[in-house]
């Protein structure tokens, strides 16, 4: 998040579910929440895509330097952006 880290205990794709997201979640300011998938870009559930976009966060996967990056960009321009990275 912009303002802080956090560990995460998720290693794999396989471990996701909607608990995974919760402290995004909760913290309600967030409007984007970039997904780094480890080394190639994996799809996310629908079941989480949806407890998301209930939560009004729009989730973007794809290959965590590619969310680094991304994160990097949105932060300099003010937006409500959080990154969860799996290790690539």
């Known amino acids: 998040m912009p303002d802080r ?28 929440l970039l997904l780094g998938t480890g080394a190639r870009l994996m799809p996310v ?7 998301l976009k209930r939560a009004g966060i729009v989730v973007e996967p794809m290959d965590t330097g590619a969310a680094c990056r991304t994160y990097n960009v949105l932060v300099a321009e003010d937006r409500r952006v959080a990154a969860a990275l799996l290790k690539p």
Not at 10 to 22: I, K
């Open 5 to 32: 880290t956090m560990d995460w205990p998720v290693a794999t794709m396989a471990e996701l579910d909607e608990a995974s997201f919760a402290a995004i979640v909760e913290r309600g300011d967030i409007e984007i």
């Open 45 to 51: 559930s629908a079941e989480i895509r949806l407890a």
